[in-house]
């Protein structure tokens, strides 16, 4: 069974730093990774999605990798802003189902 | 649809009871997902269906819990029995699946408690 680490539970910075958020996961067959964010009592919304062939996605202030081979995936979000506060959530695709972390509760300081 | 729908948005019931959670899907997506997801976690999984069958059912933490999908395009999730424990956030998502289109997407969710 697919298993999903994210690495920190919890995260501070002050507005305009650069971040780097850890995914890592245990079974390297996968057929995507997605990365997602969800506000406090909301539902997710899909922020990049990366193909099991693919290396690397960018939107805007994010930056996505992934390397299967060693079940790493980081987002990188550039100039951090107060409204990035949120979780951020890694989901790993295999044939099977997709499989979830616990989360990184980022909290950008004005 | 314009996008995952889920119904009703909160749900509460008696501890016994028996409740039914729905999930309208993307028109056209095959995949579907449930998910559970309490208070600081990460979602749960629970069932995965393609089209009309359940291709992985093995995050259903017991029998009280089961979900259809007769026509491989709405799915009910039915839980027996409610427990206090069974209160959590239940949320859906689906996907197309067809060539590099395999982005997933979720509903808002439905908060069900159980008293």
């Known amino acids: 069974k697919q298993e999903v680490t994210q690495i920190p539970a919890a995260l501070s910075v002050p507005e305009g730093e650069n971040l780097v958020l850890n995914c890592s996961f245990t079974?390297?067959?996968?057929?995507?990774l997605q990365w997602f964010r969800q506000d406090p009592g909301k539902g997710l919304t899909s922020l990049l999605l990366?193909?099991?062939?693919?290396r690397e996605q960018t939107s805007g202030r994010l930056n996505a990798s992934l390397d299967k081979s060693s079940g790493r995936s980081t987002l990188y979000i550039a100039a951090s802003q107060p409204g990035d506060s949120a979780t951020y959530l890694c989901?790993?695709?295999?044939?099977?189902?997709?499989?979830f972390g616990a989360g990184t509760r980022l909290t950008v300081k004005p | 649809g314009a996008g995952v729908s889920q119904t009703p948005s909160n749900k509460v019931t008696e501890k016994g009871k028996y409740v039914e959670l729905r999930c309208d899907p993307i028109?056209?997506?095959?995949?579907l997902y449930w998910y559970r997801q309490s208070l600081g976690q990460g979602p749960e999984f629970l069932i995965y269906?393609?089209?009309?069958?359940?291709?992985?059912d093995s995050g259903l933490p017991n029998d009280r819990f089961f979900a259809v999908r007769p026509e491989g395009s709405v799915s009910t999730l039915k839980i027996q029995r409610t427990e206090r424990g069974d209160s959590a956030v239940y949320l859906c998502?689906?996907?197309?699946?067809?060539?590099?289109?395999?982005?997933?997407?979720f509903g808002q969710g439905t908060r069900l408690t159980v008293v």
């Open positions: 990366i193909q099991s062939s693919q």
């Open positions: 079974d390297s067959a996968i057929y995507n």
């Open positions: 989901a790993v695709r295999d044939d099977n189902d997709m499989r």
């Open positions: 269906f393609q089209g009309t069958g359940a291709a992985d």
């Open positions: 998502a689906s996907s197309l699946d067809e060539g590099d289109w395999t982005e997933a997407f």
């Open positions: 028109s056209g997506h095959t995949a």
